[in-house]
């Protein structure tokens, strides 16, 4: 009986880790070094920022951009007090990184009205912070050092509710493309149009 119940739990285990295997790892992306970033539009940065960001195909500002929705930023190196407008170019994707990034929520004060004592336990991860899952595409000119530092990607906005999935997995390349839209896309180092 004991057997019984111990192979119970090993498969139950099993299936229950099994199934986080869909997600996306560093070793299963299927974005690698070597593969290009092409940029077909010219990228605007407006004055006192490094980053634009792009989602449905378009341009968009940071505070403009559906949290709940993927989108991808491009970032430059450089702060410049003036418009900056980058020519269309090829970059070679030299390093890749994932990432996890928590966005910041304000959380109202609780305010409790009694005539009477009150007992109150609060605490504990009822209610985590929203995160984005990231990739970074860490960029190298094909001629010169470019002025772009990287392309970053991210899934939805998300406190971790099973509704979030899928839109809240990390971007892959297919996901990157239709997010990129016409601006650009993630072309395979072993692609002909390389």
Known sequence: MRAIIASGFMLGLWVSLGGCTHLSAAHSLDIQPGD???INQPISFAPGTTRTFIQYGRFTTRQHFERYDPHCRLEKKHLSERVTILAPDRFKIARLGIDQEEVAQLNPPLLLASLGKVRLAMGGDDFPPPTMDLIHLYL???QTDPAL??????????????????????????????????????????????
């Open 140 to 142: 190298k000119g094909e």
């Open 36 to 38: 290009r970033l092409v």
């Open 149 to 194: 530092l990287r392309l970053t990607c991210a899934g939805a906005l998300s406190d971790g509710s099973p509704a979030d999935y899928p839109r809240n997995l990390r971007p892959d390349r297919a996901k990157i493309n239709r997010i990129l839209g016409q601006i650009g896309q993630i072309v395979s180092a072993s692609s002909p149009n390389h």
